[in-house]
């Protein structure tokens, strides 16, 4: 047994050269099979991150029963571990609010009793107009407009039946409520709406509440009613005590799965000390859960864009085993002349491919790690980064082995049973056809993956996930149709290529013969004659293409779709949004347009509350020829295919409208219907009905984040309603930094402007998925498809010197010079390359173009097709054809060098 | 010896040494050897299993490079010449036919014998015409449009004896070319080869093992050790 070790041992070391060309695919398959599992491990904190960061309240403890002290949950939860701050919030419903001395009053609506902290430790509650004053109330700035108060008012709250006495306060500032939704958070434990958004909103400082109200209010009857799909019974307090809490997350696992633990273990500790009497919701763990099936989507995306390649680069070392079976025979009757036993010599390369795999595996994480500090930098060395990527390494090194399995020992096996078997090949002329093609698996999985493709469409396995918050479900036959197609199409290649090579021996003849001459025609001889050879190395060096082609089509598509959404969330390069009381005139975005690089600036209107028929709508007024210039607007996102021509027409329109096709679905409006809405005119506090024509329809408009659901003329619209009609701005711009900074430093001083640009702004309520850092992947795999691609090359040119060294050895005696020579070879190399080219782009798109499929489902606005990178690409091509060149030059360099003598001596 | 000037010899060599250092040791395959051979000569070299005559061959023929001493062929001396000039002669003067006939697999029979005219640039028909006619000189006509591969190994070496001739060298240069032969088929294969080089005019150096075969020849070289023991 040690002895046969011994053996294979120094076989592994004594020929270094069979040894490297068998570890060479390997050590590249193992190499990106690793860093593929290790970019995803190193995504996981970026996609923790960017789940967690919408979320502003990340736990809730809600007191149950009305017993419990007001202060005692807060002194309690701020000492524990991770609780960076504890604020304390009281609430309470009232039936009405009005400005005392007005006529008009609010519906039901909220009291909550904030501390001033409150404000500075989550900063969703923006205070835009006065200042938080202990003996005064702040209001909601909508309901202030809505309601005509102003600071410095007194308004008057009614509540229940029960409590006959109204209360009067008066108004110290107003609240932005624009990004109000956490304070309202509380989804259902049994499943359904997350969010209860009131509208009208008072909040009071705590003193005042506990001395004015609390005392009142709890006297109220405890009710319950029934909520969520499940229609489960929810205690509802008349004042509810809660603590917002907030926590260190930096204090959290970057494995979702972990940090999930981790909060739950600190929800358990925080319930623990009021048994019953607390309930703690946990906003983090909704979010951590969509990440964690994101992180499992990616890691499949990942996958499965790198299997060709890992499967290619285990097929080298097979192609190098195939190579060197004639040194294995004369090695194997040597190992029986010497009496070994058919099992001592499965023992003794089972023992080699163990070492081959062992070497292999080391070889490729070193490789792998090499590449990921060279394409991540050295920045990624952190304990917590090793501690992440650990399983991976253990997963890599599994797979070195399997490959190994593959690709060595099945195929040395097999030779080495045949040959025992005595069953020694001469040259066989009549061919079998292989398995597959008799089955016409080609068609078989090209159909497959048809089918697959149109059964997961039709069950919506393609439309967008993406409501707010939830995480992207991309199934298992998302990614199979890309695999079987690519099989398939493998297949067909080679099917296609030995059709090709036999039957069409003389069309190819005649087109090489009229582009390299007499030599043009040996080279087709050779060519068709030797058509398997040939076809392996098309097929690998297309496979290899294809591979590149492929990445390099999903990622700049993937770059694509991400800008877009991007721009389109922001609707521009930068958007301004100045508070509800600002009261700017378009003329602001004049001067928007006179600060240095920006190239388009535009002002819109915008009313969240007017009425088609008694629904509320968002309806936008934009100005067509500067918003034409300035905003997002791709053809894809108007069901005409034309921005232009949709917002033209509404130009064209004084009181035109588009509008979205989710309402003209509702309502059944087409382009040229008479739409009536009912505007909002903020100064007599009434509703204006106007009577619009729809003249343009679109799935998107880039306004902003929140729907628009229709777009009017603005100037139709301010008539209408008499406001200025400037509620936010756009700005285009080449240098969305600079400008943001600009606008800041210009109008900041006197206005609390919210400015967000394409660099900062991330997609708050979508998947995770969408913010990854493709770049570096890219930069990883190309590093590879250069690798693999040229490995291919050389492990053919190898290969065929090897293998032909005779013919040419014979062609120079007959008189073959160096020039004849080079035609020949560059004839076969132009052929076989240029096939090679047309082919793995072909097979290269279609996979991507079925990868793309899968942006479809993690991106807000459809792709509407490839992007294709061209620096990318013909990087990609040009090296290829230079190493192909290379490989001809060093091939031909090589047979001019030929010792003829020698070459004949080998029999 | 002495040169008569103006005839000069088909092939000769001067003081002829090939040595092959095989890192520890070096090994002697050709050591001094002189050797004339007159135009129209029929010349059989014998001798035990590796004395050297594949290697005298293929320096005779201009496949390998000497170690030291010159070959001359029709008095211009080989290896003085730039590389183009030897595949002139290639092309021209000098014919070999191979003990493994290596034909050009990926060509046919018809495309085999045309090769070396393709290779000197002659135009196709011609080509034809006479890789045609060489077939049927060989036997050979109606297997034109065969693969190598389908031929019998004595149909192989007539393509390859018609591959030789089908450029007219004045010199022809065989390596055992019916080693892998059987008897029947040897002595056709060698009446064939008798009949074509003396028919027009051919100098002949073959290598063999076989004296019945090497009596055919107008003189016998011996070589040993890399040394050569001339006989009559
Ligand atoms: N390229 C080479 N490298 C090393 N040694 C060589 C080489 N070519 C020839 N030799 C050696 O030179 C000697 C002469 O070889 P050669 O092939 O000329 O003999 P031969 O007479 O043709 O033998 P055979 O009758 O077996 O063909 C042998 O010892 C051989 O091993
Ligand atoms: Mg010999």
Redesign the interface.
Known sequence: MIALFCYAARGVIRQPLQTLLYVLGLTLAVGLFADTLFFVDLSQRDMTKNALAPVQVDMVARATTPDLAPNALEQTLKGQTLVKSAEPVAVADFASLSKVGAGVSSAAGRVFALPQSYYQTFNFLPIVAGKFDPSGAMIGDATATQLGIKVGDTLELKFAAGITQPYRVRVSGLVGMGVSEPLFFNPDPAGGEGYGVVADVVFLPPATFERDLAPRLSKLPVTTSSVGQTGSNVVLLPVERQVHLKLDQSGLNADPAKSLKQLDALRRSLEQPFPGQVRVQNNLALRLGNAKKDILAAKMLFLFLAIPGVLLAAYLSKYAVELSSDSRRVELSLLRVRGAGMKDVLLITAFTALLIAVLGSVLGLIFGAATLLLTLGAGILTTANLELIAPSVGWAVLGGFALTALAFLLPVWAQLRAEIAGARRT?T?VQTLPLWRRMNADGLMLIAAGVVLYVTDANGGFKPTGTEGTAVTLSFYLFLAPFLFWIGATLLLIRLLDLLLTRGAKPVARVLKTLFG?FGV?AA??M???SNGVGSAVTLTALSLSFGVALSLFLGTYATQRAGDIAYIVGSDVRVTPPASANLTPAFADQLLTLPNVKGATSMARDPVALIGSEKKSVYGIDVPSFLKTAYLPNAMFENGSAAATLGALAKTPNGVILARDQADKYDINVGDTVLMRLYNPKTAQYVQVKTLAVGIYTYLSTSSQDADFALNRDFMTRATGTSGANLFLVKTSDPAGVTVSIQTQFGANLTLKLENVLTATKVDSSSLTSLNLNGLGGLERIYTALIVASSLGVFLISMLQSRR??F??????????R?LRQLLAAEALSISSVSLAAGVGIGAGIAALFVMLLRVIFLIPPAGLTWPVTDLSLLLGLSLLGMGLGVLLANQALSKL????V??E? | MTISAGAPFALETRDLSRFFDLGDHQVRALEGVNLRVQCGERVAIVGPSGGGK??LL??L?G??APSAGQVFVGGADLYAMT??QR??L??GQLG?I?Q?Y???????VL?NVE??L???GLEPHQRTRRATALLNEVGLGGKEDF?P?ELSGGQQQRVGIA?CLV?EPSVVLA?EPTGNLDTTTTDAILELLRVATAERGMTLVMVTHDPAIAALADRIVRIQDGRLETKA
């Open positions: 040259v002329r007499e040996v001889r050779g068709t004659r030797r005779k013919e050895g014979t062609m120079r005696a007959l008189g073959t010079d160096d004849q010792r003829v003598s020698e004949l001596r029999a | 594949s290697t293929a320096l023929g496949l390998d590389e183009r595949v002139q290639r092309r070999y191979f493994g290596d034909l050009l697999p990926a060509l046919t495309e090769y070396p393709l290779v000197a693969l591969d591959r450029t390596d």
